[in-house]
Structures are given as C-alpha cells and as structure tokens.
C-alpha cells in the first residue's frame, strides 16, 4: 500500500493531544505501508519504520488519548493487524484499523518522535566545571520581570548547577516568592523554609556561627532535595564567605588522578544519619553514584552526618584514605568558587552535585541571616518546559 501525498503544503497540525510544539519540521512526503509497519520518508529525505502497533498505541483520538488531561487512554496489545486503509493528507498520516477505528498523526509529530531520535529537549546538558567556568549572574528584575531571565537562571542552574540572581528586595520571605514560581517547596525535617543564623539551641552545624567545610544537604534522605535557594537578608559579620565546589568536576578529577579512590568511592555504601528527639533518618548508600554510562549523577558529602562506618575491617583503611582524597580535591583552590553574598543576593544551586559550605563569622560583629528552601529537580525541568513553548 502506498499513500498518495496531496500537493500542496500542510494546511493545519493534526492535534495530537500534546503541548509542545510540533509544527517545525519537515513536511511528510511519503508512506509506505508493509506487514511489519509504516516507512515513512520527510522531505528532508528523513526515513524512519513505525511499528503496526506503535502508530496503534499511539493514536491520539479522543477515545485513545483523554481530551482534557491528555493522558493515555488505550491499553497496548501484544500484536496488531496491519491497517487496512492508509491515506497522507496535508503531510499527515491517517490509518483506518481492521476494527474501523481510525487514527490520525500529524506529519512534524511523528518526526520529532521517529526511532533513534533522541526526545527534544530543551533542557542543557549539565557541564562539569573548567577553567573557563564562569558564575553566572542575574537580575532579580531580570528573573521575575521577563521570560527571558526566568530562562537563563534555569539553564543556568541545570548546566552548571550554580547561578546567582542579584539586588532582590530586603524583604522576608523572598526566598518563598521566588520558589513558588517555580514550583511548591520541598519540606525536610528542617521545615519547608529554614532560617540560617546562629540559634540558642541549634540542632545542625548551620544555626551557629562556626565554618562549615564543604557539603551537601540531607544526605540521610533517600532522596535528598535537588536543588536549595540561599536568599541573604543580613551580613555585615566579619567572615561567612561561601564556598562552593562542583562535585562532577572534582569526581571526576579524583577518577583521572585516584582511580581506586573513586572505584571505592563510587562502590561502597556508607551510613549517613541525622538524629533527634522526634527523628531518625538514615540511609546506607555511597559517596558518588554513577549511572549505566558510569557518569557521576550524585554526590552524597556530609561528614557532620555521616553514621559509625560499618565495613569490613579490611576496607575501613582504604576507604578513609578514598575519603581523605576526595575532600583534600574540594577544598583545593583550583576546585573552590568563594562568593560573598550581599543583602539581596540569592544563591542557588543543585544540591546533589555542587558541595557548600561557608567560613566562620564573628555573631559579635554584626548580623548574618539567609533564609532558605528547596525544590525538586523535577520542577526546575519543568519550568523551563513550559516556558519552552513559547518560541
Ligand atoms: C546550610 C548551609 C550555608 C551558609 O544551611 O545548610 O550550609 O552560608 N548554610 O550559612
Ligand atoms: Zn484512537
Ligand atoms: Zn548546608
């Protein structure tokens, strides 16, 4: 069966139950239908092979695909007859079923979605830091007042997993505005927004005003939250300089340089556990995570939490010396961004890859006082999605 292409250009998209555009692509010329499926040829001279059933688990009817949450409707089968009628209409693909149901796809949607084409995405890739590394700063304005700032914030806080926004009001609970915009604030046992300053009773190394080495946050969670907000109201004390550190740079530095290091590392996981009178939250698992690629996705780096280290005896040495390595590789200079947060400077950064930490400050010399939160990844994504329809 071959399907007659209609000569001229494609009239309207075939609403295919999706947000995301799908118009800009090239024109479908050409289909070609067979007992194993459908080759489909774009102008482009694109050819991709759609499964029989594929196009059937894929059909976007309204009976297939809800019209308002747009959510998948049909059940997928084992095995599918071939369409018994096929026509290329306007550059779309429409089948009609052995059962009479009818299917439609438009042309540029089943381009986007062709075998061996990677999802578009409009997400950057995260980059691990370099020499060339350069913090990147926007404007509180910027970020609140146009798409455009929104955009680059969130590229930036996906790629590099570190962006500053600048000269934001003195207003509390700014750091809360801002979160919502992106999505609803990630709760931990230390509440859905933290006030860092140093307590009368702390019950965490941050509520005093001693240095803190270089971490991560919660890594007693078994999903620790992704990303933090660092919004700085006061901090005129002497010290309190930030420190940050990109846990995919220095892993991976410490894979070139100590590849036992980061094997046992990357291996062996460990106890790490926050106790108080109404909790216990502990997790076993390891320093670095890699993924089936064997590329590091997550760093867990808290040494305040860290639980009595249960290994066999054999390991314990060579695992301290692995942990020695890597912590002795984020605090070397060449690994370390030293920031100074003035009033109105928000920091934020991806809490499962970039390590913080702060110096010390003197309570006695002035006030310091950041009020902060959380976000899920996935909020982050999705955001910058959304805003990703509009061209
Ligand atoms: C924290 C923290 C850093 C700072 O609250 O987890 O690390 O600059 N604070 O006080
Ligand atoms: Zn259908
Ligand atoms: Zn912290």
Same mark, same amino acid.
């Given at each position: 069966?071959?399907?007659?292409?209609?000569?001229?250009?494609?009239?309207?998209?075939?609403?295919?139950?999706?947000?995301?555009?799908? =118009?800009?692509?090239?024109?479908?010329?050409?289909?070609?239908?067979?007992?194993?499926?459908?080759?489909?040829?774009? %102008?482009?001279?694109?050819?991709?092979?759609?499964?029989?059933?594929?196009?059937?688990?894929?059909?976007?009817?309204? /009976?297939?695909?809800?019209?308002?949450?747009?959510?998948?409707?049909?059940?997928?089968?084992?095995?599918?007859?071939?369409?018994?009628?096929?026509?290329?209409?306007?550059?779309?693909?429409?089948?009609?079923?052995?059962?009479?149901?009818?299917?439609?796809?438009?042309?540029?949607?089943?381009?986007?979605?062709?075998?061996?084409?990677?999802?578009?995405?409009?997400?950057?890739?995260?980059?691990?830091?370099?020499?060339?590394?350069?913090?990147?700063?926007?404007?509180?304005?910027?970020?609140?007042?146009?798409?455009?700032?929104?955009?680059?914030?969130?590229?930036?806080?996906?790629?590099?997993?570190?962006?500053?926004?600048?000269?934001?009001?003195?207003?509390? %609970?700014?750091?809360?505005?801002? /979160?919502?915009?992106?999505?609803?604030?990630?709760?931990?046992?230390?509440?859905?927004?933290?006030?860092?300053?140093?307590?009368?009773?702390?019950?965490?190394? #941050?509520?005093?005003?001693?240095?803190? /080495?270089?971490?991560?946050?919660?890594?007693?969670?078994?999903?620790?939250? #992704?990303?933090?907000?660092?919004?700085?109201?006061?901090?005129?004390?002497?010290?309190?300089?930030?420190?940050?550190?990109?846990?995919?740079?220095?892993?991976?530095?410490?894979?070139?340089?100590?590849?036992?290091?980061?094997?046992?590392?990357?291996?062996?996981?460990?106890?790490?556990?926050?106790?108080?009178?109404?909790?216990?939250?502990?997790?076993?698992?390891?320093?670095?995570?890699?993924?089936?690629?064997?590329?590091?996705?997550?760093?867990?780096?808290?040494?305040?939490?860290?639980?009595?280290?249960?290994?066999?005896?054999?390991?314990?040495?060579?695992?301290?010396?692995?942990?020695?390595?890597?912590?002795?590789?984020?605090?070397?200079?060449?690994?370390?961004?030293?920031?100074?947060?003035?009033?109105?400077?928000?920091?934020?950064?991806?809490?499962?890859?970039?390590?913080?930490?702060?110096?010390?400050?003197?309570?006695?010399?002035?006030?310091?006082?950041?009020?902060?939160?959380?976000?899920?990844?996935?909020?982050?994504?999705?955001?910058?999605? =959304?805003?990703?329809?509009?061209?």
């Amino acid at each position: 069966m071959l399907a007659t292409p209609s000569p001229e250009t494609r009239a309207e998209q075939v609403d295919m139950h999706e947000l995301a555009p799908y =118009v800009d692509a090239p024109r479908l010329r050409d289909a070609r239908s067979g007992a194993d499926g459908v080759v489909l040829t774009w %102008e482009d001279g694109t050819e991709a092979r759609l499964p029989w059933l594929w196009l059937r688990d894929h059909c976007a009817c309204t /009976a297939c695909r809800h019209p308002q949450t747009r959510e998948r409707l049909v059940l997928p089968r084992a095995t599918v007859a071939p369409a018994s009628e096929m026509h290329l209409t306007d550059g779309h693909l429409q089948l009609t079923w052995p059962d009479g149901h009818e299917s439609r796809f438009d042309g540029g949607w089943l381009h986007q979605r062709r075998p061996g084409q990677a999802a578009a995405s409009p997400l950057p890739a995260p980059r691990p830091w370099d020499d060339a590394y350069r913090l990147e700063r926007i404007r509180h304005a910027d970020f609140t007042g146009s798409a455009t700032g929104e955009r680059a914030w969130l590229e930036a806080l996906i790629r590099d997993g570190l962006v500053l926004l600048e000269e934001g009001p003195l207003a509390d %609970e700014e750091v809360s505005r801002l /979160a919502t915009r992106i999505g609803p604030l990630r709760a931990t046992n230390f509440g859905a927004r933290f006030d860092v300053q140093s307590k009368p009773n702390p019950n965490n190394a #941050a509520y005093t005003a001693i240095g803190l /080495a270089l971490h991560t946050d919660l890594p007693n969670w078994q999903h620790p939250p #992704a990303i933090q907000l660092l919004y700085c109201l006061e901090n005129d004390a002497e010290g309190g300089e930030s420190l940050f550190a990109d846990g995919y740079q220095v892993a991976e530095t410490l894979r070139r340089e100590d590849p036992e290091a980061f094997r046992l590392l990357s291996e062996t996981p460990i106890d790490f556990r926050f106790q108080d009178e109404e909790q216990d939250i502990a997790i076993c698992a390891p320093i670095l995570a890699c993924n089936a690629d064997g590329r590091v996705v997550e760093v867990r780096f808290n040494n305040w939490i860290r639980d009595t280290l249960r290994l066999p005896a054999e390991v314990i040495e060579p695992w301290y010396r692995a942990y020695h390595r890597f912590w002795t590789l984020l605090h070397e200079p060449r690994h370390q961004l030293d920031l100074s947060l003035r009033p109105g400077d928000m920091i934020a950064f991806d809490n499962r890859r970039v390590l913080h930490g702060r110096a010390a400050f003197d309570p006695n010399t002035g006030r310091r006082h950041l009020q902060g939160t959380y976000l899920d990844r996935d909020m982050l994504e999705s955001r910058l999605r =959304v805003l990703a329809r509009q061209p």
